[in-house]
């Protein structure tokens, strides 16, 4: 088949109609600038709440629950092996937080080429002193530098820096909603009171915000050795390991292999936000459909467009076929023009979605729970555009498909008889 | 001289809207290559009918066609158009030229569909036919914008650009003043004269028909002579 032809006089009847082409290409570059803008725009929203919860959530955590032991004294006895012991009021003696041998763990989460890295830690319950009263609060003691590497510790830090930590001793970072509580600021000493009852001065080294309001107001961050001091613990009482992997995906898988092999708790990132991620995938859903509707709209612009312009050439068609061009051509023809159509419009579509994500993020978005955001968040993924032309030349070919059946099929004697 | 070029055999058509009317009984003739064949006959006699049939747009008759031998039943629409581009030229009698075209772009459609000749030779020989027929002026402009004379002698041009072996004319003198149509008759019989081209035209001009070499005369669907 002459392709050359068959485009120069799909080109000339386009162009012959250029006004009710534009509109047509018009309807398609709307639609497929707003399916790039709202993905672009619903994306980068997902990825800024992800980022909220997921960035700070180890994808495996190591622990301990507290429960009572699995095998009860009356287990032990063989007289009774063979019956089903009905057991009230068990109390859960004997089990600890800490993870038991948690070096050679941890020696062996160093090996595993699956794990991009861990961060152990412990937690302290204590209660803040603020003159005579006490405020409820946590101290997460944490290994402060592989805290930053996986879990963007420093995007949190409002001021202060996060070596302090390490470096000065029994120092902490408060959460922005507790400092305000204790009046506290960076420099200032404050103290809590532990479990046990003593009270030990803390030396306050940064500040952080994360966001979340219910874990500025009570939780605070100190090292791990000033957390053990704080418990009373000795130098390897850990509670949490928590591990990020190279592939989120197998998190699930990996998290039951590693409760058999270490004899501990472990949960994945799946379970501990499922909510979560139903939140983004409905997000995204929700774009695409709207999207995808806009293409489906602007399909039936084309193919009113389309199927007037063949009322309008029946003549030429009749023409065509008389002189020699087959069903085939002319549905060629028409095609061309349809897809012509969809082309040049998915391409403006591409263009005006890319400028207009690029103004939305240029738009300033300053929210105190988000301190490292300043604009509204685009996402620039490249797939977005691929779908938008692969979804625009589709619409536009089923569009002009059945048109260009149609015109295949006009018989040039009852045209020419018609005259 | 006694090549020939198309074979009517026994051909009859029906139409079935609302009642069965047989409107071609059994119609049989040949033409030679050379020819300048004209059929005359009162309207309704179904003369249109015949020459789409024998254009090989209408497929739906029974009998059989043979252009240049070859049987056109049972084959199937592609070939056909395929055969229509390389061996027949057409002139109607509304112009029907593509109007989103220049002139010179519509003589060359046909020829650049057959992909006999590179684009150049196409339009080469497209000029040379406008020249014969005096137009080659206005090749340039848009097909609307031509005079019916004008389109005519056009659409004669593209009914050669790819050398037919016969030449169907649906009264293409009926929309002309005297003038013009003398001027087709003139363009017609010099194409039969110098260049040998089969010619078979359908025309109610008896003036016209008179000048071809033979008259095939109809009447309610027959040929009554030859
Ligand atoms: N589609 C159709 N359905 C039914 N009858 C038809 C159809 N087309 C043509 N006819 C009938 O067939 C007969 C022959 O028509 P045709 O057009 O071949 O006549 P003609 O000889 O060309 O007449 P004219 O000289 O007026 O052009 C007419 O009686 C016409 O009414
Ligand atoms: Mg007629």
Same mark, same amino acid.
């Given at each position: ?49 992800? *980022? ?22 009356? &287990? ?10 009905? $057991? ?22 160093? &090996? ?18 603020? *003159?005579?009263?006490?405020? &409820? ?243 620039? &993924?490249?797939?977005?555009?691929? $779908? ?25 004697? $009852? ?5 | ?23 071609? =009984? ?79 772009? =519509? #003589? ?45 002698? #056009? ?24 003038? =013009? ?46």
């Amino acid at each position: 088949m002459n392709y050359k032809l068959i485009i120069s006089i799909a080109r000339s009847l386009l162009l012959a109609r250029w006004k009710q082409t534009l509109v047509a290409a018009i309807g398609v570059t709307f639609s497929i600038t707003m399916f790039i803008t709202l993905l672009s725009f619903m994306t980068g929203l997902n990825d800024l709440l992800d *980022g909220l919860i997921l960035n700070r959530s180890p994808h495996v955590r190591l622990y301990n629950e507290i429960k009572p032991n699995k095998i009860q004294p009356i &287990n032990f006895s063989k007289d009774y092996i063979n019956y089903h012991n009905f $057991i009230h009021s068990i109390k859960s003696t004997n089990s600890r937080e800490e993870i038991y041998n948690n070096g050679s763990i941890m020696e062996a989460l160093k &090996n595993d080429n699956r794990v991009l890295g861990f961060a152990p830690k412990l937690t302290a319950q204590v209660f803040f002193n603020e *003159g005579s009263i006490n405020i &409820n609060g946590l101290i997460n003691g944490v290994d402060i530098i592989a805290e930053s590497e996986l879990f963007f510790f420093n995007d949190y830090l409002i001021s202060g820096k996060e070596l302090d930590l390490k470096n000065v001793s029994n120092s902490i970072v408060l959460g922005k909603g507790l400092a305000e509580k204790l009046l506290a600021n960076v420099g200032d000493v404050i103290q809590i009171t532990t479990s046990q009852g003593e009270i030990f001065p803390l030396k306050v080294v940064g500040l952080f915000q994360s966001g979340l309001q219910e874990i500025d107001k009570l939780q605070s961050y100190a090292s791990i050795g000033t957390t053990q001091k704080i418990l009373g613990k000795s130098k390897n009482h850990i509670t949490d390991i928590q591990i990020k992997l190279k592939d989120i995906t197998q998190a699930p898988a990996i998290a039951k292999e590693y409760a058999q092999l270490f004899q501990t708790d472990a949960e994945d990132i799946q379970t501990a936000s499922s909510q979560f991620e139903t939140g983004s995938s409905v997000r995204t859903i929700i774009s695409y459909s709207v999207g995808i509707t806009l293409l489906v709209v602007a399909g039936f612009g084309i193919y009113n467009i389309l199927n007037m312009m063949i009322y309008e050439k029946m003549d030429s068609i009749a023409i065509l076929k008389a002189t020699g061009f087959s069903g085939k051509d002319v549905n060629m023809i028409f095609l061309v023009i349809a897809l012509s159509i969809g082309f040049f419009g998915g391409f403006g579509g591409l263009f005006f979605g890319f400028i207009l994500s690029s103004v939305i993020d240029q738009i300033p978005f300053n929210t105190a729970a988000l301190p490292t955001i300043t604009t509204y968040p685009i996402n620039y &993924n490249p797939v977005f555009y691929i $779908i938008g032309s692969f979804f625009s030349l589709v619409t536009t070919y089923l569009a002009g498909w059945f048109p260009a059946r149609k015109a295949s099929k006009v018989d040039p004697v $009852i045209i020419i008889r018609g005259k | 001289m006694s090549e020939i070029i198309l074979e009517a055999q026994h051909i009859s058509k029906s139409f079935h809207d609302p009642v069965t009317i047989k409107v071609l =009984n059994d119609i049989s003739f040949t033409i030679n290559k050379g020819e300048f064949v004209s059929i005359t006959g009162k309207s309704g006699c179904g003369k249109s009918t015949l020459l789409y049939i024998l254009s090989t747009m209408d497929t739906d008759y029974e009998g059989d066609l043979l252009i240049d031998k070859q049987s056109m039943k049972n084959k199937k629409e592609a070939d056909l158009a395929r055969l229509r581009n390389e061996k027949i030229g057409f002139v109607f009698q509304f112009h029907y030229l593509l109007n989103e075209f220049s002139v010179l772009q =519509n #003589v060359m459609l046909p020829g650049l569909k057959l992909n006999k000749y590179s684009e150049q030779e196409v339009e080469h020989r497209a000029m040379e036919h406008l020249k014969t027929l005096d137009i080659q002026k206005l090749y340039s402009k848009k097909a609307n914008q031509l005079s019916g004379g004008e389109k005519q002698r #056009v659409a004669i041009a593209r009914a050669l650009i790819n050398d037919p072996y016969i030449i169907m004319g649906d009264e293409p003198t009926g929309n002309l003043d005297k003038k =013009n149509s003398e001027i087709v008759f003139e363009i017609f019989k010099q194409l039969c004269d110098e260049h040998n081209q089969t010619l078979m035209i359908v025309t109610h001009d008896q003036s016209f028909s008179k000048k071809t070499n033979r008259i095939i005369e109809m009447e309610d669907g027959k040929i009554i002579s030859q």
